[in-house]
């Protein structure tokens, strides 16, 4: 079964709106990181984040994780039509095989 | 600096067949994963190849093999192939010395059919 488990599935908003994502994660992680993916194509990395930071920002990105409820979100500010995609939170158990363990995804769609 | 790329872009297989992917790595980048990624899946860790030898590896069959080349190159190596196998496959590369947890520089990725 996979580690993270994004929350919507799905999410249609309106550009200039802000879009929130979640994941949600089993065991204990070293870290947490973001991708983006472009209809099926090879994955973006956007951001990472470690077990001992709560909140972190790129651009209009805003990333925070809460180990204690072992979740983690992506908030887009002000979005844009070029940030449809499909979103995936990769965790890195602190034990167990080392390798990332993506989650299902959040297929995001801005509609002009 | 040049990105990671893989070959072919698509590719169309009978079940029972046996198929080779490739994959160059980011410049400077000495450490390959390959992932697998179902239709509307994330994608499932295959395995990674450092300094030639493989590195750590998924629950994958032994089926699924793969080589690391001097020049950091990769290769996947998929015998027997299932109608499951169906897929897009992608190569990814990480900074030197890297782990397979590290951040992933991906590959556009091969599509595979097994028919």
């Known amino acids: 079964s996979q580690q993270g488990e994004e929350d919507p599935q799905a999410l249609s908003i309106q550009e200039g709106e802000n879009a929130t994502m979640n994941c949600s994660y089993k065991?204990?992680?070293?870290?947490l990181q973001w991708y983006r993916q472009n209809s099926g194509r090879g994955l973006v990395h956007l951001i990472l984040i470690r077990s001992n930071e709560r909140e972190k920002h790129s651009g209009r990105l805003r990333v925070t994780l809460d180990t204690s409820k072992k979740s983690s979100s992506l908030l887009i500010t002000a979005s844009r039509a070029a940030d449809t995609a499909s979103y995936f939170c990769?965790?890195?158990?602190?034990?167990?095989?080392?390798?990332?363990?993506f989650g299902q995804g959040t297929r995001l769609t801005i509609n002009p | 600096e040049t990105g990671v790329t893989q070959s072919p872009t698509h590719l169309i297989k009978t079940r029972g067949q046996q198929v080779t992917l490739r994959c160059s790595s980011q410049?400077?980048?000495?450490?390959v994963s390959w992932y697998q990624q179902a239709l509307g899946q994330g994608p499932q860790f295959i395995f990674q190849?450092?300094?030639?030898?493989?590195?750590g590896r998924g629950n994958f069959p032994p089926r699924f093999s793969g080589l690391q080349f001097p020049n950091y190159s990769s290769e996947l190596n998929v015998n027997a192939l299932e109608l499951d196998d169906s897929a897009l496959y992608l190569c990814?590369?990480?900074?030197?010395?890297?782990?397979?947890?590290?951040?992933?520089?991906f590959g556009p990725g091969t599509r595979l059919t097994v028919l």
């Open positions: 410049s400077g980048h000495n450490t």
């Open positions: 065991t204990s992680i070293n870290n």
């Open positions: 990769a965790t890195d158990a602190i034990q167990g095989a080392q390798k990332l363990v």
């Open positions: 990814a590369s990480s900074l030197p010395g890297g782990r397979a947890t590290d951040t992933q520089y």
């Open positions: 190849y450092y300094r030639e030898e493989e590195n």
